[in-house]
């Protein structure tokens, strides 16, 4: 009988322990490096005594891991609390009722003060309707990778212009004989990365989808052109004529196996080729902001990842203790020095420990900074549907650029007219 | 002998027959309403709101009848998912008939050793469809893609087969009619096997040739087998969707109508629409299979 009560007392004691401990699943894609993750959270764990956090590790791309969290949160599944989700989504988010805002937590007066240490661009991106919906975990931007190696061999210096670099590319490949060897490379394949594809000749020309005041303003002669811009480079035979299957990652493998001398990519690619164990271009590969057009400016694609509190959670509170820590500066500068991910804090951009890892963050600040975003809309899926399928079949060619610009134009006139 | 019939009654309780078979029969009726019937009422219902899950209505559904129907029948994109879903179906039903009977018969010959053509009839059957989708995407790359391989070494031209509509059409074809043809090839197979051998033994003795008793005997004999085979073949080619879709990316230059439902609903959160054109989809399934449900009524008489 004795014995039965201490069993009993002992399982008591247990299984209150186990109550108080609050359990925190936390959804980060396959790209965005879950094993580091997994590290920042073991530290979050060592610090906050009582709180477990597991990791589920969705898709590879953003839209993979948008379609399995659309079942998820559609069902109102508490099963997740915290998501890692694409800088393009927390529109989305706060007209589902997703997400638990970041204001409950936050007296107006530090929400102003935390904003206004993050890249303003990040700030914005998750200010929707004057509500917080999300906090910024890392920074990203296209930047122009070229073959250092190449375009020294022929005294050439980084293009500024993207005529520069067509020329550049003309006179490599043609001097380099190799018939391997690919002059620019771009996303062409239906993606989302064939939404800042299209963007970026646009917002370089000075045009963009809205106005400051949100309002529809593309016009079908700045899409034309946008689309013509790429269409002309498998013209002049700097891009091969299957842009059109090219996927980024495909271009970034394609690149570390020597065969571009010019790649548009995310800043992810930079980390792949210095440190893959089938890397051929190890210290071959420079970094530059992408190239400006002929009278017109600089432009780059802004990506990012924020960190979000589902509106399903049951440990809503803690979650966001969680989330406050993710977008810290200290964890910030974990992801710079071990993922190569791009800080969203402009000071971290100085910072020896993490510029010894990465030598061109230097450069990078003034492209985060000036990088334009893509459209923030609750119906944003359609707006990237309408545009990457669109682009990708005009580099296909079974739409000239004309017909394409009046298909994107119509398309996304009838999303913002609220059809 | 005497009376064995209450001693049976006594040991199930004081359930009738009839009560026994209804207890039986309930958990398999329930998982049947579970799965099959409340989804199928559910998206009926939903069909009839405006849904989105990108504004108000996604929390506050509202009523609007048949409107997204109406909005189905204008709209171009639907009935161009339509008119691809049906060339799916007309190309590719036929096509594994044929490919698969050639299979079924090739397999039927009497070898010494069977297994390797009944694994190679198994092996497309048991491969998940998205997995054959991606492999075949790799097929037909066109600077990596075997297919483009072979062309070169025969003195062609590389031809961008994905990106390419027409190509496509007859690649995602092509795909679709390999995956297939040995679920045609298994049920045709069972077909020959019962076909009496005595039959052919007299027809070679009244002095038919092979093409002669293939003609007159196999095909007459395999037609109901064929039938069956040709139903379900249709009802899937219906709601083809993963070859397509993974041959392309994520692209929707061909698109059947299982990959805009998918579109609509699962990437634009549009559930009223997107039910809607799923209810049209079922509507299509459900008559093919009446008509199938009729033939096997037929086949019983």
């Known amino acids: 009988m004795k014995k039965l009560f201490w069993l009993l007392v002992v399982v008591l004691v247990a299984s209150m322990a186990l109550a108080q401990q609050t359990r925190l699943r936390v959804f980060v894609g396959g790209q965005q490096r879950p094993d580091v993750m997994r590290k920042i959270f073991d530290l979050y764990q060592s610090r906050t005594p009582g709180v477990r956090v597991d990791v589920e590790v969705g898709g590879a791309t953003s839209d993979q891991q948008q379609q399995y969290l659309t079942t998820v949160l559609a069902s109102r599944d508490p099963s997740i609390d915290v998501i890692l989700i694409d800088v393009i989504r927390p529109a989305q988010y706060l007209a589902s009722r997703w997400a638990d805002t970041i204001d409950k937590y ?95 000749p646009v917002w370089a020309a000075g045009g963009d989808v809205t106005n400051a005041q949100g309002q529809f303003s593309l016009t079908v002669e700045q899409a034309q052109r946008a689309l013509q811009f790429w269409v002309g480079l498998m013209d002049q035979k700097v891009s091969p004529p299957n842009m059109a299957e090219k996927p980024q990652d495909t271009i970034r493998q394609e690149m570390q196996a020597g065969r571009w001398v010019f790649g548009t990519m995310f800043a ?69 020095i071990e993922a190569s991910n791009l800080p969203v804090f402009p000071s971290l951009y100085r910072d020896p420990d993490i510029l010894r890892v990465n030598p061109w963050f230097g450069q990078a600040l003034p492209v985060v900074q000036a990088a334009r975003a893509r459209p923030q809309h609750p119906r944003y899926a359609e707006i990237s549907e309408a545009i990457r399928v669109t682009t990708n079949q005009v580099l296909a060619r079974q739409k000239t650029p004309e017909q394409g610009a009046r298909e994107i134009v119509t398309r996304l006139q009838a999303i913002y007219g609220g059809r | 002998m005497t009376q064995p019939q209450p001693r049976i009654r006594r040991s199930f309780g004081d359930l ?25 009422g559910r998206l009926l219902y939903t069909s009839l709101f405006l849904r989105r899950l990108t504004d108000e209505t996604g929390n506050n559904p509202v009523f609007v009848g048949f409107q997204n129907f109406a909005q189905a029948f204008s709209d171009e994109r639907f009935w161009t998912a339509l008119w691809n879903t049906l060339l799916i179906v007309l190309v590719t039903v036929p096509g594994a008939l044929v490919v698969g009977l050639l299979l079924a018969l090739l397999a039927n010959l009497p070898f010494r050793v069977k297994w390797p053509i009944r694994l190679g009839l198994l092996l497309p059957w048991a491969l998940p469809l998205v997995f054959a989708g991606l492999i075949f995407r790799w097929f037909f790359d066109s600077q990596y893609g075997v297919v483009n391989d072979v062309i070169v070494r025969l003195g062609g031209e590389r031809l961008l087969w994905v990106t390419t509509p027409e190509l496509l059409f007859w690649a995602i074809c092509f795909s679709i009619i390999w995956k297939s043809s040995s679920f045609v090839a298994l049920i045709l197979l069972a077909g020959l096997q019962v076909i009496p051998k005595e039959l052919y033994e007299s027809a070679a003795v009244d002095g038919a040739n092979r093409w002669q008793s293939f003609w007159r005997i196999t095909l007459p004999l395999l037609l109901p087998a064929i039938l069956v085979a040709a139903i379900f073949r249709t009802i899937t080619a219906f709601q083809t969707f993963d070859i397509p879709f993974a041959m392309q990316n994520g692209g929707s230059a061909f698109e059947t109508l299982a990959m805009y439902v998918r579109t609509m609903s ?28 009729r033939y096997v009524r037929g086949a019983d008489d």
């Not at chain 1, 073959?147 to 380099?176: H, S, V």
């Not at chain 1, 210095?274 to 432009?299: E, T, W």
């Not at chain 1, 589902?310 to 500068?333: C, G, I, M, W, Y």
């Open chain 1, 106 to 200: 936050l007296p107006a007066a530090s929400r102003q003060a935390l904003l206004r240490q993050y890249l303003p661009a990040y700030s914005q991106a998750n200010v929707i309707n004057g509500q917080l919906v999300a906090l910024p975990g890392f920074a990203d931007a296209m930047f122009l990778y070229y073959r250092a190696d190449l375009l020294e061999k022929y005294g050439l210096k980084p293009p500024t212009t993207w005529d520069e670099a067509i020329q550049q590319a003309q006179t490599i490949l043609q001097r380099e004989g190799n018939p391997n060897l690919n002059g620019i490379g771009f996303i062409g394949a239906p993606a989302e990365g064939a939404v800042c594809t299209f963007l970026l």
């Open chain 2, 16 to 40: 009738s027959e009839r009560a026994l078979a209804f207890w039986l029969l309930v958990p398999a009726a329930l998982l049947l309403g579970l799965v099959a019937l409340y989804p199928v």
């Open chain 1, 268 to 336: 992810y690619a930079w980390n792949r080729f210095q440190n893959d164990a089938d890397s051929q271009v190890k210290g071959k590969i420079g970094v530059v902001p992408l190239p400006a057009f002929a009278g017109g400016r600089q432009a780059s694609c802004l990506g990012g990842w924020q960190w979000v509190v589902s509106d399903f959670s049951r440990n809503k509170a803690q979650a966001h203790k969680l989330v406050r820590f993710l977008s810290s500066p200290e964890v910030s500068k974990i992801l710079a």
């Open chain 2, 266 to 293: 699962i990437e634009n959160l549009n559930f009223g629409y997107g039910s809607a054109l799923a209810v049209l989809m079922f509507l299509i399934s459900f008559a093919v299979t009446l008509v199938y449900l």
